[in-house]
């Protein structure tokens, strides 16, 4: 009995401990789904859900399923939601299922999906935009349901690697063009619905599919149907323009015999191989008795075919010189038809890709929104929602003090920033438009640009929280930051305890990486931004970067005059392209991204006319060092005092190389320029545990890639 004492203690000590246990949650888990939740408009049936803090796995949060402190499963189905489905999925490293479907999610997929889903269920819904092709690196899904929603264009090859995919239902959306190549690729496909939808050519490509169920009704197939989808157990293909019946093999030696018709028996091959092997037998067995009669019908049958081809050749002539004036006569008359009938088409597809563009529509879409202009110059009515405040010119004149000199915080190509005080506490800034800077037609799309800026949500940029729109006037009321910008803490801090150190440079280049990537891969159509530059990017209190004038390149200045002025500004900034042509896309924002990095990296101005010549401008003189790690060490800026990892700068110094690239298709998307900091962030956070506290400004976020807050 001596042993009871010591098994008690051991009873007491596993058991009794059990009650004490709690599962934390993965914090990258926790904030995704923060994100979530808010871009879902915080809804009140996803009970236990918060916008900060919370144990989702602990707390039970509705439709979530955990194993031990990772997130495995998000099932909010049939709950009524709205909103969209955020920008941080790609933070689910361990979510193998979300099913959102049945519910009211709009705008377009995320670019970024959780990379190890095994089934994702969005049916029912109001997406917009293609699939994207974030897709193909899905490798573990096995289900992906995207039925009944607003899908177009053409299915792109995303496909490619899902070779453990099963179930793949793309039916009642409104998808247009022929099969993507890489539908042939799906080893695994058993059930394949495709129908209801515009989608055009054949079906060739799904003849080696290990398909059960095939849907492919009501589209615009057309062709043979192949035979090998004859044995297909649930094959539906009514509502297309079909050939008949299915597509009869081609016989193996001879052509087919000139009587044969396209409803020919199942097993044509054998019938007509019956049908040409007497005939050459007949041949051969009177060609012996009958050579002089054979040659005498021969001779006949040659002359009469002679004077056949004479008198053809001649009635040709003729007809071709008495419908030529005719041709002439008529054919204006058919190019113009034609042209109108493109036209319409061509206008009609413009049309619809604007009907489902979202937050900025395409340089060849004109949306035309319904308004009612008063004589007092204020606009009243548009049809796409704003969902910022609208303010009064005179409450907004009695925040700034009639906008006076003493609140002016900044100045732009657009016009002045001012610090508004309002009688709530609350202070906000305001941006008031220089109306030079505004052509008539740039006025009359103001409430557009508004209303699209206004639905811009990301922690990283600057929230527009309303307008005014009355007397001629044109005001943004936008979130205070009331840190500064990063050009005034870079090039203007005297004090050396605002020196920011090393790691705070590394997170604000992720900070502001991540919006651009918001913008670029997020958004449909993509946002470019066209004004990218440290001073705007302002810091708040912890030195989160918020990125600042999304969205203001609708309003761009209207004269040689107001483009140069605004380029001298940010000329150090501006992609070789755009200097040479005028073309500013996306890859030209990954340039000015790279140029805000060496500012980051240097501590220098992009253009410094103080300087020598060698080194006026930054770019040229710090490319060719970026990958010499004896001058890239004394590159770095003096005010950080040796204080940084030399493997950390090296890596920084190559993400800059990549984006710097004279040749915009060279210079990687933001997702990628997103990553590499995320690894350069964990890895500094990993050596920062092992350090005693850094000096300076340090962030208050949590030590994993913890720069997407909850909005």
Same mark, same amino acid.
């Given at each position: ?89 790609? @933070? ?106 515009? *989608? ?282 009331? !840190? ?11 004090? @050396?305890? &605002? ?16 919006? *651009? ?44 005059? =107001? ?61 060719? =060092? ?63 545990? !092992? ?8 962030? &208050? ?11």
């Amino acid at each position: 009995m001596a042993f009871r004492p010591f098994f008690l203690l051991f009873f007491f000590f596993i058991f009794g401990s059990i009650p004490f246990v709690r599962t934390l949650t993965d914090a990258s888990d926790v904030q995704a789904l923060q994100v979530m939740y808010t871009s879902l408009d915080s809804p009140p049936q996803l009970t236990g859900w918060t916008v900060s803090g919370g144990d989702p796995c602990a707390e039970s949060w509705k439709g979530v399923t955990c194993e031990g402190s990772a997130v495995v499963s998000i099932e909010i189905s049939g709950l009524g939601l709205n909103g969209t489905m955020g920008y941080a999925l790609s @933070s689910f490293l361990s979510l193998k299922k979300l099913d959102m479907s049945d519910n009211n999610i709009h705008d377009a997929i995320p670019y970024q999906l959780p990379p190890n889903l095994t089934s994702l269920n969005m049916a029912k819904n109001s997406l917009i935009g293609n699939l994207p092709y974030s897709f193909s690196t899905m490798a573990s899904l096995n289900y992906l349901n995207m039925s009944h929603n607003l899908l177009s264009q053409v299915i792109g090859d995303v496909f490619t690697n899902l070779t453990t995919l099963e179930t793949l239902d793309l039916s009642f959306n409104n998808f247009t063009g022929d099969l993507p190549k890489s539908l042939g690729t799906l080893s695994n496909v058993s059930s394949l619905f495709l129908q209801n939808n515009g *989608l055009t050519g054949s079906l060739n490509i799904l003849i080696d599919l290990p398909l059960t169920t095939l849907n492919v009704a009501n589209n615009n197939f057309s062709g043979w149907i192949p035979q090998e989808l004859k044995s297909v157990e649930n094959f539906i293909y009514d509502g297309n323009t079909f050939d008949n019946s299915p597509a009869p093999p081609p016989p193996p030696f001879t052509p087919p015999p000139p009587g044969r018709s396209r409803n020919s028996p199942k097993h044509p091959g054998s019938s007509g191989g019956t049908h040409t092997a007497p005939s050459s037998e007949g041949s051969s067995s009177h060609s012996n008795k009958g050579l002089p009669v054979l040659a005498i019908v021969g001779i006949v049958l040659g002359a009469i075919i002679f004077v056949l081809i004479v008198l053809v050749a001649f009635a040709v002539c003729f007809q071709k010189r008495k419908r030529k004036n005719i041709g002439l006569r008529a054919s204006s008359g058919r190019l113009s038809i034609g042209t109108s009938v493109n036209a319409e088409v061509q206008e009609h597809r413009v049309k619809s890709v604007a009907a489902v563009a979202d937050i900025k529509p395409l340089p060849a879409e004109k949306m035309n929104p319904e308004r009612l202009q008063a004589k007092n110059g204020s606009v009243k009515r548009i049809k796409a929602p704003i969902t910022a405040t609208s303010y009064t010119v005179a409450s907004l004149q009695t925040a700034t003090n009639s906008f006076s000199q003493e609140c002016i915080v900044g100045e732009g190509s657009l016009g002045r920033v001012y610090r508004a005080e309002f009688p709530n506490g609350k202070t906000m800034a305001i941006k008031k438009i220089d109306n030079s800077a505004l052509s008539l037609q740039e006025e009359d799309n103001f409430l557009e640009a508004v209303s699209n800026m206004s639905r811009l949500r990301h922690t990283n940029i600057v929230t527009l929280n309303g307008y005014c729109a009355e007397h001629g006037q044109r005001l943004l009321v936008y979130e205070f930051i009331g !840190h500064g910008s990063l050009h005034d803490m870079l090039h203007f801090a005297e004090e @050396s305890s &605002k020196t920011l150190t090393w790691n705070a440079r590394v997170r604000v280049a992720l900070g502001t990486a991540r919006a *651009l990537e918001y913008l670029h891969e997020v958004c449909l159509p993509s946002v470019v931004h066209r004004n990218l530059k440290t001073a705007n990017i302002l810091l708040d209190e912890d030195l989160n970067p918020h990125l600042s004038d999304c969205g203001l390149a609708a309003l761009t200045p209207n004269t040689e005059r =107001q483009i140069s002025t605004q380029m001298v500004g940010s000329f150090g900034y501006s992609a070789p392209e755009f200097a040479l042509s005028g073309i500013y896309t996306v890859k030209s924002d990954v340039y000015s991204f790279g140029v805000v990095m060496l500012e980051l990296l240097t501590g220098r101005k992009p253009l410094d006319s103080s300087r020598v010549r060698s080194e006026q401008s930054l770019v040229r003189w710090a490319t060719p =060092q970026l990958h010499d790690i004896d001058a890239l060490a004394k590159m770095v800026d003096p005010t950080l005092n040796g204080m940084y990892p030399a493997k950390s700068l090296s890596r920084f110094a190559d993400i800059i190389a990549l984006c710097v690239q004279p040749e915009p298709e060279f210079r990687p998307p933001m997702s990628e320029v997103v990553q590499a900091l995320v690894r350069l962030v964990q890895r500094a956070s990993v050596v920062k545990r !092992h350090s005693s506290d850094e000096s300076g400004f340090s962030y &208050k976020t949590p030590e994993h890639d913890a720069v997407e807050l909850p909005f």
